[in-house]
């Protein structure tokens, strides 16, 4: 088998690393236990040169239909239905204990 040479590494628009919070789009669970399909955040938890899987917290299904019994799914790097996090920021608590002069 012929081997793959080239100049310089492919380069990704985003880099996923193990560990970093993406959103995928797909059918899910939503609070209230109903299906729905839309952006839900995961967590990456392995990476290879073509592909990214990200677990969930909630029950994710595959496109036919079947639920993912880890909470796992494998996506393409270069997928439309990936992305970066871009939930809400948290506001820090205000501690009324510091206020206090």
């Known amino acids: 088998m012929a081997g793959l040479y080239f100049t310089s590494p492919p380069q990704d628009e985003y880099n996923y690393q193990v560990g970093d919070k993406v959103e995928v789009k797909c059918d899910h669970d939503d609070a209230e236990g109903n299906r729905v399909h839309g952006w839900i955040p995961g967590i990456v938890a392995q ?55």
């Open 47 to 101: 990476v290879d040169s073509k592909m990214v899987a990200v677990q969930f917290q909630q029950n994710v299904y595959l496109t036919n239909g079947w639920m993912v019994p880890d909470r796992v799914l494998w996506c393409p790097k270069d997928s439309d239905n990936l992305r970066a996090y871009t939930g809400d920021v948290r506001r820090k608590k205000r501690s009324y204990l510091t206020d206090i002069p």
